[in-house]
Nanobody, 130 residues
Framework: QVDLVESGGGSAQTGGNLTLACTTS????????VAWFRQVPGKEREAVAS???????????AYGDSVKGRSTIYRDNAKNTVYLSMDSLQPEDTGMYFC????????????????????WGQGTQVTVSS
C-alpha cells in the first residue's frame, strides 16, 4: 500500500509558477514510476508528466503536450518526494492535480494511461486566473 499525498496547489496568476509535491509515508516511491495527472469537472483525466525511477536516459521523464517546455518533474529520493514545477501558468492549467504510482521502475510509453496506476493521491487544486 502506498498512500500518496499531494501539496503545493493554490491560486496563481497567468504567467506565474507553482511547484507541486507528491510524497508518501507508507512506502517508498524512489523505485517506482510516478506520474502527475490533472482533471477538471466534466473532462477526462489528463496526463501531465511522469518520472521513472531512473533519472537519466530514455524515458526518465515524459510530459504531456500541454505542459511540455514549461514544466519539470523531478525527484528528491531523500525526501521520498516527486515534484512538478510549472512555469508560465495559463488559465487552462486550472484543475485538480493528482499524483499516481504503479508497480514499475520505468513509466514507459504507456505512462499517460491512468488505468495503469494502482495508487493515487487525493489531489491538490490549482487555479490560474487571468
Amino acid at each position: 500500500q502506498v498512500d500518496l499525498v499531494e501539496s503545493g496547489g493554490g491560486s496563481a496568476q497567468t504567467g506565474g509558477n507553482l511547484t507541486l509535491a507528491c510524497t508518501t509515508s507508507t512506502g517508498t516511491i524512489s523505485r517506482r514510476c510516478v506520474a502527475w495527472f490533472r482533471q477538471v469537472p466534466g473532462k477526462e483525466r489528463e496526463a501531465v508528466a511522469s518520472a521513472s525511477a531512473y533519472t537519466i536516459g530514455v524515458g526518465a521523464t515524459a510530459y504531456g503536450d500541454s505542459v511540455k517546455g514549461r514544466s519539470t518533474i523531478y525527484r528528491d529520493n531523500a525526501k521520498n518526494t516527486v515534484y512538478l514545477s510549472m512555469d508560465s501558468l495559463q488559465p487552462e492549467d486550472t484543475g485538480m492535480y493528482f499524483c499516481a504510482t504503479r508497480d514499475a521502475i520505468a513509466c514507459g510509453g504507456v505512462w499517460s494511461r491512468p488505468t495503469l496506476y494502482n495508487f493515487w493521491g487525493q489531489g491538490t487544486q490549482v487555479t490560474v486566473s487571468s
